[in-house]
């Protein structure tokens, strides 16, 4: 079992920059293949970036591509997301999640998350 911890979010202006850091328990961080979600108020939770056990694999949305970063640090135990370039339809709440299998887009085949980070970005 583990548990995510996520942390910096916060308001950032548009065009700025923030990164968010997912930190999880146990020795076995390395065995998940990790993600990053968001869910606006109203609207349903989706897939931002995800990453491989290894980190040589990476997927994002396409709303995000070429701004946001997905990274890991297995000896640290630690996601991280680096978005620059922010928009205000980037606001949401960000959760990481971990899974044991391959990971990737699908928001069901994770079977850990953490309790989210909000992310506001003004305009």
């Known amino acids: 079992q583990v548990q995510l911890v996520e942390s910096g979010g916060g308001l950032v202006q548009a065009g700025g920059s923030l990164r968010l850091s997912c930190a999880a328990s146990?020795?076995?961080?390395?065995?998940?293949?990790m993600g990053w979600f968001r869910q606006a108020p109203g609207k349903e939770r989706e897939f931002v970036a995800a990453i491989s056990r290894s980190g040589a694999i990476t997927y994002y949305a396409d709303s995000v591509k070429g701004r946001f970063t997905i990274s890991r640090d297995n000896a640290k135990n630690t996601v991280y997301l680096q978005m620059n370039s922010l928009k205000p339809e980037d606001t949401a709440v960000y959760y990481c999640?971990?899974?044991?299998?391959?990971?990737?887009?699908?928001?069901?085949?994770?079977?850990?998350w953490g309790q989210g980070t909000q992310v506001t970005v003004s305009s």
């Open positions: 146990g020795r076995t961080f390395s065995s998940y293949a």
């Open positions: 999640a971990a899974d044991l299998g391959f990971g990737g887009r699908t928001m069901g085949v994770y079977d850990y």
